[in-house]
């Protein structure tokens, strides 16, 4: 009786879906084609004219929809894998992470869900292909809002080809626990450099008729417990951190949902915070949008719909009959329910899900590639280069011992739900170490061609000493495996690879170090090697990147997102909060019948995230935010400052060395003493190309919200009067120019 139910409504759907998509194009056969994308033609219904605006046409559909189609569109209607009674629409979805029914007789689409954080996630099940991008962090390291807008295009594109029209992805929260297992998923430290990277990928992803995504909103900075902690800190230091990384990328990408995290802040879970739902996202931003919980991460049905969560993921707990008991009865509001099916409505008309349904094709793998590749020759930081080691000369050079675990086969990702598959290799767990088949002795012998090129694996540290010994140059591939759902429990390299390292430099002082890292890492062998390379989590061309990289076909020019601190003693928080014995991912319920985490992390750092910590501690780090090493030399000469309500900086930038190269040059500012602020904030940078011996006047112009404070008690903005000291140069420790305006 199930089976034939669910074939029965199955059917019905798929019928009226494709009736209502064949009155739509009914027209479209001779309309134009824009990269593969059919041009709709409004047809029928009054609400298909492409020339309303999306709240008209939301208003529009909502008129005509029964109480049980709305309450269908706030929830989704399960996932592959995930526990809970199966949905009997599940025949309706294109895998991935689930989806939410559309309302076929009156022209809208389901919203078919993928996870994208560095690529479309599990295509491997539906025999599909995915590129894998580099890493989220990887990427920001090329502060590079254009390389921000490829990715964000490449993965719509393979999102529609795949038959979804919605990302996942748009991670944001920023790294205050560096040891965060979703580090790599996400944008580095500082709000500004985040939410501009972020806010670019999303604009050019939702320009690919795909409703985009950023999350996870708010304070989801480690995986620890991350269902039961709450966050505890002030709203200043939330509205200068984190909630400034999502007001910014808001404000550029114009993302059509916004994901709600696990955890909760101040005492009130995410999905039903009415301080960050509805007095700051809806009220302050003006965020048109709907918000959809993380999967699981729905605690209520009137409290939650009162803060202003729209959707539910991935089921019906909370949205399904709960809420339609609730509106019946007039816990909630029909003008509210309306309002929460009117912002989705919106999203899927203002993102083009509406106008240009989705049409599966083939993946351009090709052009993927070189997006992937290119991506991260612009993401690849070199940390050191003593005595010149690098780039390494293929005529001079006789022998290479190419050293590392996998370094034969293949670069690995990071896990979870970002997890992309690589091809030919459906992982079978969620939480799995996955290596793309991109190979670092095979590009490295492909850029030596007459060289001696051997391979070690360094299980055997002796072994591999002994490689090097007899090699010219030792090249040592060492990694650190990040996964959604767990935090790593230090910075170390595991599994012995400082060891391996020391042991190799010990046998030749040659030795170049490629971290293949999530995160941060600890180098205690940092003065024993030459050269040091940060390559992240690099895709699926990771290889030929880095191969570019140290024969020097690819100028480095990526700068650090994140700190590497020289110890843990030195984070604010060196004991990583953990829940408690025994919490198990249980909630604890207060007698009102509310549910409540078991366990808080303080983060009374407040302000003072990734290098403000370090800077206002006093406290000497391994590699500073900002930092990065190229092949040639750059100097920075004659700045002025034009203060105002946008404030203009120009200085000149030269390339001092002997050949071409893109210099990142970045602004900071010091804020006046009675702000009470960290010693110096980012506030704007400017990526130069220049030819060698090349000069060029760079102007970066900074909005007065980049200069501004959070007033706690008037809940506003605010410009401090005073001397502000403006600062340029190539890293946050390296500002040879400074100058200080007057600013009322």
């Not at 200068?240 to 910014?248: H, K």
């Not at 916004?258 to 909760?264: F, L, Q």
């Not at 900074?702 to 000291?725: A, H, M, R």
Request: aromatic share 8%; charged share 20%.
């Amino acid at each position: 009786m199930v089976t034939l139910s669910m074939s029965k409504f199955c059917l019905r759907f798929v019928v009226l879906a494709a009736l209502s998509a064949a009155m739509a194009s009914a027209s479209a056969q001779d309309a134009p084609h824009h990269h593969g994308i059919v041009d709709q033609p409004a047809k029928n219904f009054p609400w298909m004219h492409p020339g309303l605006s999306p709240d008209q046409r939301a208003d529009m559909v909502l008129k005509q929809m029964t109480l049980d189609e709305k309450i269908d569109l706030m929830h989704g209607q399960g996932m592959r894998g995930w526990g809970g009674k199966p949905s009997p629409n599940a025949c309706l979805g294109n895998g991935g992470a689930g989806f939410t029914l559309g309302v076929p007789r009156l022209g809208i689409p389901i919203i078919q869900m993928s996870d994208a954080a560095y690529g479309v996630r599990g295509s491997a099940a539906n025999g599909r292909y995915s590129t894998a991008l580099p890493s989220n962090l990887g990427s920001v390291a090329s502060w590079d809002p254009q390389a921000a807008c490829k990715y964000g295009a490449l993965i719509g594109r393979e999102l529609r080809a795949q038959g979804y029209n919605m990302t996942l992805g748009g991670g944001v929260d920023l790294a205050r626990e560096p040891r965060d297992g979703r580090t790599f998923e996400y944008m580095g430290e500082d709000p500004i450099l985040a939410g501009t990277l972020v806010g670019n990928r999303i604009q050019c992803e939702q320009a690919q008729h795909v409703i985009g995504d950023i999350k996870h909103y708010a304070m989801n900075d480690q995986e620890s417990g991350r269902t039961e902690v709450n966050v505890i800190i002030g709203k200043r230091a939330m509205r200068e951190s984190d909630l400034l990384a999502f007001q910014i990328g808001i404000a550029i990408g114009h993302p059509g949902a916004v994901m709600c995290s696990y955890n909760a802040v101040n005492g009130d879970y995410a999905c039903q915070n009415k301080y960050l739902l509805t007095d700051v996202l809806e009220k302050d931003w003006k965020f048109p949008g709907f918000v959809l919980s993380d999967w699981g991460a729905t605690h209520s049905t009137v409290e939650a719909s009162a803060a202003g969560l729209d959707n539910e993921q991935p089921l019906d707990t909370f949205y399904g009959q709960k809420l339609k008991e609730a509106v019946q009865s007039g816990q909630i509001p029909m003008a509210q329910l309306d309002e929460h099916v009117r912002r989705i409505l919106r999203s899927e008309f203002s993102s083009g899900i509406v106008d240009y349904p989705v049409q599966k094709s083939v993946v351009d793998v090709e052009a993927g590639f070189h997006t992937a590749r290119s991506i991260e020759e612009q993401s690849i930081v070199l940390l050191k280069n003593a005595n010149h080691v690098l780039p390494l000369d293929a005529t001079k050079v006789h022998s290479i011992a190419v050293i590392g675990e996998h370094a034969d086969f293949g670069m690995i990702s990071g896990a979870g739900s970002g997890q992309v598959d690589p091809p030919g290799i459906a992982p079978e767990k969620w939480q799995k170490h996955v290596w793309f088949p991109t190979s670092p002795l095979k590009a490295v012998r492909r850029k030596a061609p007459g060289v001696n090129v051997q391979f070690d694996s360094g299980i055997k540290p002796a072994s591999a000493a002994t490689l090097a010994r007899r090699s010219d140059v030792a090249i040592v591939f060492v990694n650190q495996w990040m996964s959604e759902g767990m935090d790593v429990p230090n910075l170390s390299l595991p599994n012995n690879q400082d060891a391996l390292i020391e042991q190799v430099a010990a046998a030749n002082p040659r030795t170049i170090v490629v971290l293949e890292t999530g995160s941060a890492v600890l180098m205690p062998w940092l003065d024993k090697v030459s050269g040091v390379v940060e390559a992240w989590y690099s895709g699926s061309k990771g290889a030929s990147a880095v191969a570019n990289v140290l024969f020097g076909e690819v100028n480095p020019s990526a700068k650090l997102p994140i700190t590497f601190p020289r110890n843990e003693a030195d984070l604010p928080h060196p004991q990583l909060v953990v829940p408690p014995p025994g919490a198990d991912g249980k909630l604890a319920v207060l007698r009102s019948g509310k549910a409540m985490p078991t366990f808080s992390v303080t983060y009374d750092e407040g302000l003072k995230v990734g290098y403000k910590w370090y800077d206002a501690e006093h406290k000497p780090v391994l590699f500073p935010f900002g930092y990065g090493l190229s092949y040639t030399t750059y100097s920075y000469s004659g700045l002025n400052v034009d203060a105002g309500p946008t404030t203009t900086l120009t200085f000149t930038v030269k390339n001092t060395g002997s050949r071409a190269g893109a210099e990142i040059a970045e602004v900071y500012a010091a804020l006046p003493a009675s702000a009470d602020e960290p010693p110096k904030r980012l506030v704007g940078w400017s990526k130069v190309q220049l030819s060698a011996g090349e000069s060029k006047q760079v102007s970066v112009t900074v909005p007065q919200l980049y200069l501004s404070i959070y007033d706690e008690k008037k809940d506003t903005w605010k410009l401090v009067p005073g001397n502000y000291t403006f600062m340029v140069g190539g890293s946050s420790q390296d500002l040879p120019l400074t100058r200080k305006v007057s600013m009322q």
